[in-house]
């Protein structure tokens, strides 16, 4: 069975890095029924830690976080060869001017509030 390009035998693992539980909740249930597998992660620092596994087929980055934010995890991703190759969507009300998007160099950003849609169209070009 397939469900926008995934494969329900090898589904593509998602980290969603969102200090907001509700919507990382919600994010993780879209997911899920889309046929991605997904990790969570409330801040950067979670996210660091469980990039120490297997990667994910991409990550999606909220900016506006405690603990460690995301423009700080992004420069760390970044800087790890290991983790630089992995697509990163931003999802943030925090940088809406995509100027300010240049140091991040994100695969994909999209402004909050976003459509779950263009979250999935998104994630299938990344992916």
Same mark, same amino acid.
């Given at each position: =069975?397939?469900? +926008?390009?995934?494969? !329900?035998?090898?589904?593509? *693992?998602? #980290? $969603?890095?969102?200090?907001?539980? %509700? #919507? *990382?909740?919600?994010?993780?249930?879209?997911?899920?029924?889309?046929?991605?597998?997904?990790?969570?992660?409330?801040?950067?620092?979670?996210?660091?830690?469980?990039?120490?596994?297997?990667? &994910?087929?991409? +990550?999606?980055?909220?900016?506006? !976080?405690?603990? =460690?934010?995301?423009?700080?995890?992004?420069?760390?991703?970044?800087?790890?060869?290991? #983790?630089? *190759?992995? &697509?990163? $969507?931003? +999802?943030?009300?925090?940088?809406? %001017? &995509?100027?300010? #998007?240049?140091?991040?160099?994100?695969?994909?950003?999209?402004?909050? &509030?976003?459509?779950?849609?263009?979250?999935?169209?998104?994630?299938? *070009?990344?992916?």
């Amino acid at each position: =069975m397939t469900t +926008i390009g995934v494969t !329900m035998a090898s589904p593509a *693992r998602i #980290l $969603v890095v969102e200090d907001d539980s %509700d #919507l *990382r909740s919600s994010l993780a249930e879209v997911l899920e029924e889309e046929g991605y597998e997904v990790a969570l992660a409330t801040n950067g620092w979670d996210a660091l830690e469980q990039l120490g596994g297997p990667p &994910p087929h991409a +990550i999606l980055l909220d900016l506006t !976080m405690p603990g =460690m934010d995301g423009w700080t995890f992004r420069s760390r991703q970044q800087s790890d060869p290991r #983790l630089a *190759r992995i &697509p990163t $969507v931003v +999802i943030s009300a925090a940088c809406s %001017d &995509p100027r300010g #998007l240049e140091a991040l160099a994100p695969d994909a950003f999209l402004a909050k &509030p976003f459509d779950l849609g263009s979250l999935i169209d998104a994630l299938k *070009r990344v992916c």
